[in-house]
């Protein structure tokens, strides 16, 4: 099966066509369903674009030209340059490598997002989201979509980052392709949730492993990568955390299994956090109310024991500290009588009454 059979086309230079079929071929030929099939279109496809662009088609098959296409050859290259950027500008590139480059997108941003030391490091996304091969296919709807559903997905995300992935999308929010409901991919409930201020634990807790398995493979990358620039290795400098990201992707590519093992690891130390941090509020709230309730009990002594002291017309400082209390506790063992004797003639008087 030649190249032009696997693009379901005849044999053509024009490259918005061949562009188009392998788009078309794409979305029947998923890559994780049938990696081989795959590999073969990609492979058709960009030799295609090759011979497109060159002018040259496949060996014994020589291309059927109308006298249209003979002239614009005859024209020269410069012409033919002049006619391929034009096309380049016109067409549609939301479409093409459907398969290719946006499932390998959503296989790194996972793998990135679920490194703590990654996430909330806004260099990681300046670079990441701005690769050419990934901000082109961030003009198409269903891709931002897509993009959205699996960022709230993950957890552990800062509010910053979030208003730069918001920031991000807006960019490409224009006129000429508002969806057809009106709703933008921004405007998705959850999305708009996780902007809103609310408490979080501090970077300290959230934006590093805590397991011993997680802090060993990051140490065993940052010492690989600390050796070979010769000093330590800074992720708050861009340049340190893109060789650090590359390295970690190479690993975690093939190692998705683990990477998953260790997110949920550190979820699992972020959910014991979180209990401890609760823990500690309901404990310093407790001894707040306790210590509110015992400062309010010795106000209303302080106004008792003030009291019984001009009532036996005694001088603020001819009783001592246990003197005092001893003269509030009589008080209020009398008083105490004094209510039962109280409640027991009103419960006398009453039945007296009912007698008559």
């Known amino acids: 099966m030649n190249i032009w059979e696997l693009l379901g086309i005849p044999p053509t230079s024009e490259i918005a066509k061949i562009k188009s079929a392998y788009a078309r071929q794409a979305k029947l030929c998923h890559p994780e369903e049938h990696p081989e099939e795959f590999k073969q279109l990609q492979k058709a496809y960009k030799t295609a674009l090759q011979m497109a662009k060159s002018g040259v088609w496949t060996a014994g098959m020589p291309p059927v030209q109308s006298p249209q296409e003979k002239n614009a050859e005859d024209a020269g290259k410069q012409t033919k340059q002049a006619e391929y950027k034009q096309e380049e500008s016109s067409f549609d590139y939301s479409d093409v490598d459907a398969y290719g480059d946006r499932e390998r997108f959503f296989k790194q941003f996972p793998l990135l997002a679920k490194n703590p030391y990654l996430r909330n490091n806004l260099h990681t996304w300046e670079y990441f989201l701005h690769l050419d091969v990934y901000e082109k296919l961030f003009e198409n709807t269903n891709f931002r979509t897509r993009f959205v559903k699996t960022l709230c997905g993950v957890v552990g995300w800062r509010r910053k980052t979030i208003l730069y992935f918001q920031k991000f999308l807006l960019s490409f929010h224009k006129d000429e392709n508002v969806p057809v409901d009106g709703k933008w991919e921004t405007d998705v409930w959850r999305f708009r949730l996780k902007k809103l201020p ?159």
């Open 198 to 356: 609310h408490l979080r634990l501090p970077a300290f807790f959230m934006d590093r492993f805590w397991g011993k398995e997680g802090r060993t493979f990051y140490k065993q990358l940052h010492a690989k990568i600390s050796r070979e620039m010769g000093r330590e290795l800074d992720l708050s400098m861009k340049p340190d955390l893109i060789r650090y990201l590359k390295l970690y992707l190479f690993y975690a590519e093939s190692n998705e299994d683990y990477v998953e093992h260790l997110h949920k690891g550190w979820k699992v130390q972020q959910a014991l956090w979180a209990a401890a941090g609760v823990l500690v509020c309901l404990v310093l709230a407790l001894a707040y109310s306790i210590s509110v309730e015992r400062e309010r009990q010795a106000k209303e002594d302080t106004i008792r024991i003030d009291y019984l002291m001009e009532l036996y017309d005694l001088e603020a400082g001819s009783c001592s500290k246990e003197e005092q209390q001893e003269l509030l506790r009589d008080y209020e063992t009398y008083w105490g009588y004094a209510e039962e004797a109280i409640d027991d003639v009103l419960g006398r008087y009453e039945n007296w009454f009912y007698v008559e």
